[in-house]
């Protein structure tokens, strides 16, 4: 195994609810969440439960040294390597429900583009509401916000709920296609356009 899937696993069996995965996601799938990543100007990107970095170097790479790239990571362990691997990174160990005071802090406005490799159908509908509110609150009308799920779950009801979520938040929210090289499969979510006054308890 790779120094990253090793770090990754012993991670996981320590605090499975937060970190959700027993591997890094593939390259294809770090290209397909990342897509909104702007290929020109100075934007803000927010990263969200990065790990140990599969959609970051994606991300660094589409912005060549361009804007502000935040990483919100509540696993110490993993925010340590991420930050040594990516010098450029802005990574902040903390819980992402502080997104609005993470980004004040750092004087920025709203984000351009969220990326989130937190698993949502692990957390709670509490735990959903409050991150998927503290995501809507730094986001402009332009702001795309992208996440993914695995496809064997999506029938289950905590994705089902997670996806009505979705819809009930934003919108517009486009389902993309299965990426079959990742393990497990998966798919990504691309929303936009927070309904006015959204509020994700739906």
Request: no cysteine; aromatic share 8%; charged share 20%.
């Amino acid at each position: 195994m790779t120094k990253d899937t090793t770090l990754f696993l012993g991670q996981w069996l320590r605090s499975p609810g937060t970190v959700g995965a027993v591997a890094p996601s593939s390259r294809r799938l770090a290209e397909a969440v990342t897509a909104p990543v702007p290929h020109r100007g100075d934007p803000v990107i927010v990263e969200l439960g990065p790990g140990t970095g599969a959609f970051t170097a994606e991300i660094q790479r589409r912005l060549g040294g361009r804007g502000h790239h935040l990483a919100v990571e509540i696993n110490p362990k993993l925010a340590e390597f991420l930050a040594d691997r990516n010098p450029k990174v802005d990574v902040v160990v903390d819980d992402a429900v502080r997104l609005p005071q993470l980004l004040q802090e750092r004087g920025l406005g709203k984000a351009d583009v969220i990326v989130s490799g937190l698993p949502w159908a692990a957390f709670s509908s509490e735990t959903q509401t409050n991150l998927l509110n503290a995501v809507v609150a730094i986001m402009g009308p332009q702001t795309a916000f992208t996440t993914f799920a695995y496809s064997f779950a999506k029938r289950l009801p905590p994705a089902r709920r997670f996806k009505k979520r979705l819809t009930d938040t934003f919108e517009e929210v486009v389902l993309g296609r299965t990426v079959w090289g990742n393990v497990p499969p998966a798919f990504v979510y691309h929303a936009r356009r927070p309904h006015e006054h959204a509020d994700a308890s739906g």
